[in-house]
């Protein structure tokens, strides 16, 4: 089973695709984090990709896309489900994605759209801090108790990171804002376009975690 998992800021697409590629033994494609990996390799394309992620720090072309998703796929065994997660992002690259899934001998059989408010989604994106120094990621009220507090990643090994907690520009209420807005302006397309495959399931996002995971076991089941 091929399934794209598609969902705003805060509503825990990442955690659900992990879960699912889990309980389906599928493959968990994190677009982002793949895409950091490539710009690792010492190849034109890894040199490309670096550059314009972590140099310029914009997002790649739909012709990087279409490679990098080829590459990916030409990696994995035609009968390997795959869990997509960060891909498609935008009508344009929605066309490149389909093409590569059906090169590939694949179909998408799911699309899972997990909706948030917005008020929601700034909530729980505002509560958001990171360890200056390891980029580990806290949660206010939960992980941490208070903004002032040090970072204690790895205290198990016995040594304490101990950088600063701050809050990212990008989580900032203002910064949740207006990726929100990108997200319903360039995702929204793709959920109506699934939408009409007949392939799209809604959940609601703003449920606990292993309830918003019921539902789309019982949808896509
Ligand atoms: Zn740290």
Redesign the pocket.
């Known amino acids: 089973m091929n399934i794209v998992i598609l969902g705003p800021q805060g509503s825990g697409k990442g955690t659900q695709a992990e879960k699912l590629a889990k309980k389906f033994e599928a493959e968990h494609i994190d677009m982002g984090k793949f895409l950091r990996e490539v710009a690792l390799l010492e190849t034109p394309l890894g040199k490309e990709i670096h550059e314009i992620v972590n140099i310029k720090k914009e997002l790649v072309s739909d012709r990087i896309l279409r490679e990098v998703i080829h590459l990916k796929l030409l990696g994995l065994p035609r009968e390997q489900g795959i869990v997509f997660d960060g891909v498609p992002r935008s009508i344009d690259q929605l066309g490149y994605f389909e093409e590569a899934i059906k090169e590939s001998g694949r179909k998408i059989d799911k699309v899972i759209s997990i909706n948030l408010s917005k008020e929601e989604s700034i909530k729980r994106i505002s509560k958001r801090r990171v360890?200056e120094?390891?980029k580990?990621v806290f949660i206010l009220g939960k992980d941490i108790q208070s903004a002032g507090e040090k970072?204690h990643?790895y205290r198990q090994a016995g040594n304490e990171?101990?950088?600063k907690i701050i809050q990212r520009i990008d989580d900032s209420e203002e910064g949740v804002k207006k990726r929100l807005g990108i997200f319903k302006e360039e995702t929204m397309p793709i959920v109506e376009y699934y939408k009409k495959e007949g392939k799209l399931a809604e959940i609601n996002g703003d449920q606990e975690i292993e309830k918003v995971f019921e539902d789309i076991l019982e949808k896509i089941w």
């Open positions: 360890c120094k390891c580990k970072c990643a990171c101990g950088g």
